[in-house]
């Protein structure tokens, strides 16, 4: 799945420090949490880990309800991605899910890693159990911490069985102040600048620096400032990566 790719892309290439004296200890207290949601809301909980590519599912009494494996169980596995769980959601509902946290990520990228803790991404999903059947189900997402470079380093996510669909568009909210933000075009809407999305456009259609410049009466060494100024705001390596990226996110 391409949106999925480059979210992968996003998670576990960030720099990472190399030291972090503490990481062992707060990433256990994570565990602990996740273990608490599963116990106590009969959720299924994922702590992902994009450092080292890995996963904790703690399973609650829904995973009974939807056949996925025994209540109180846990499970490590090899990737940020819980495919066993994927393989349930509907496939509409799963490119969905993909492009909100992407868009959930590049929201948090521009927040100071204090604050990233305070929101949480909430909408609903349909899983289907054993015999085919398809359940309403909130997710919710949370990135717990950083390291102290201000890469995103842990995700908590929470699928719990609902009643009704009433965020599935996809939500953010400060937890800290109940304010609420729709996941859609608007998320990241004023992200580039005018300019830089119209020289992101004339990228995109396969015009060099030089003959942007020229289109837009501008210089070659302004169009080249845009140009580094747009892949730092949308953490993308190159420019094809940046126009992708801009249209996934609803920029262009």
Not at 143 to 168: F, H, M, R
Request: proline fraction near 1%; aromatic fraction near 6%.
């Amino acid at each position: 799945m391409n949106i999925q790719k480059k979210l992968t892309d996003k998670l576990l290439h960030q720099a990472f420090s190399a030291t972090d004296r503490q990481a062992e200890k707060r990433l256990e207290t994570h565990r602990m949490t996740a273990l608490a949601y599963a116990r106590t809301e009969n959720a299924v909980a994922v702590l992902s880990d994009m450092k080292t590519d890995t996963s904790y599912i703690c399973y609650g009494g829904m995973a009974e309800t939807l056949g996925l494996n025994r209540k109180n169980t846990v499970q490590n596995i090899r990737s940020i991605w819980e495919e066993k769980i994927f393989d349930r959601i509907h496939p509409d509902d799963l490119i969905e899910k993909h492009a909100r946290e992407l868009r959930f990520f590049h929201f948090l990228k521009g927040i100071s890693p204090e604050k990233r803790t305070d929101y949480c991404l909430t909408s609903q999903i349909r899983m289907k159990d054993n015999a085919g059947r398809f359940h309403a189900v909130t997710h919710r997402m949370f990135y717990v911490d950083s390291t102290p470079d201000g890469s995103i380093w842990l995700a908590l996510c929470l699928y719990n069985l609902s009643a009704g669909e009433q965020t599935k568009g996809g939500m953010i909210t400060d937890s800290s102040n109940g304010k609420c933000i729709t996941v859609s075009q608007q998320t990241c809407s004023d992200l580039l600048s005018q300019r830089e999305k119209e020289i992101l456009r004339l990228i995109g259609g396969g015009r060099a620096s030089k003959e942007i410049s020229l289109l837009l009466h501008i210089s070659v060494n302004t169009v080249n400032r845009h140009r580094q100024n747009i892949l730092a705001k949308l953490r993308a390596g190159n420019s094809v990566q940046a126009y992708q990226i801009a249209e996934e996110l609803g920029l262009l």
